[in-house]
């Protein structure tokens, strides 16, 4: 086993903020703030990344092997003025992590459901 491989496993549940972001690029590549606000209206504001926030947890998973900087897609046009836009893309290893993640959390809503957890008590 490799030592990014090594390094890419995890032994328990995901943050939100990590689940968030690998949910944002299953549909294709996107640059920081299309990650921030794909979280941010997918969330409905519940979930907010600040820019240093953002940035780190994009560092860590690229670290990882989760996600990969990437060319931008085709057709993309750039932004107007300030630096070229890093756009990322999720990996093999980030969609297996990813689904293993989504595993464990149906799961544990399969055992609250079968326990009657999640039926409105109404009151």
Do not use: C, N
């Amino acid at each position: 086993m490799s030592a990014r491989h090594a390094r890419s496993t995890t032994t328990g549940p995901m943050t939100t903020r990590t689940l968030q972001i690998l949910l944002s690029l299953v549909d294709g590549p996107l640059h920081g703030y299309g990650i921030k606000q794909s979280v941010e209206e997918r969330t409905e504001g519940r979930v907010r990344l600040g820019s240093g926030t953002l940035y780190e947890a994009i560092h860590r998973l690229v670290g990882r092997d989760w996600i990969a900087e990437v060319d931008p897609p085709r057709g993309y046009a750039g932004s107007s003025g300030g630096p070229p836009r890093r756009f990322y893309s999720l990996t093999a290893e980030g969609r297996t992590q990813l689904r293993a993640e989504l595993r464990r959390m149906d799961a544990v809503v399969s055992f609250a459901r079968g326990r009657d957890l999640l039926a409105d008590s109404g009151g």
